[in-house]
């Protein structure tokens, strides 16, 4: 793999993957409606199986499951997103009962720009938890938000945005930190350089709001001048 898609690789993971154990090896899984991120996900890796997931109710959307569970696979695969990968998952990946004896490579130090891998990374981690909203009262936003605070707090400094800490909604539920990008400056910032990375799903939300952050008034309004802020 390339630096920047090992980054997108660990960026997807890190909010969509899971390692678990099952009772003869350790297992990667990620599951996700998008069938599309997926295929890439199996592409850029150049391992794991995918599967379609039984929908538990008629409404819900079909789910997919890419799975890495061969141990000449899986161990290359978590030594190489090791460096990459935040606090919980990290200690998740040690315990697993085939990478517990693995000797873990440095972590990396975090880029400081959205350049690169960098960008490659977030588009994974909002690929898996980002949500992107446009309305005509308050205009574009991307919002990220997970129980993982220094998984969230990484992507601020490299996006900027606003921080919050939600406390947990329900007894058994953890408290988390939701990430607010917003203001079309700080959009088409953030949004140039990750775009690319997005697939299908993301890339059409992220792309109506690009469009809106690059215009002085809303997308194909008559009257709207279309003129794009530079």
Known sequence: MSASALAWTAGLVEGE?????TKSSSVLRVVMTDLDVLERLERVTGVGRIRSIASRQPHHKQAYSW????RQHLEPLAMQLWP???ERRRRQMASRKTLDQLAWPEISVPPVELVGPAAAWVAGVL???GCFRLTRRYGGRINLESTDADVVERVR????????HQPARRES???TTVLAIRGRQNLRRVLQPVLPWLMHRRATAAWAIYEWAN?????GDRGDPGSRTR
């Open 17 to 21: 993957g899971t390692f678990t154990n």
């Open 173 to 175: 539920w953890k408290p």
């Open 84 to 86: 990459l990968m935040g």
């Open 127 to 129: 690929e898996g938890e």
């Open 215 to 219: 215009c002085t008034g809303w997308p």
């Open 157 to 164: 400094s490299l996006t900027g945005g606003d921080l919050y």
């Open 67 to 70: 799975t890495v569970q061969r």
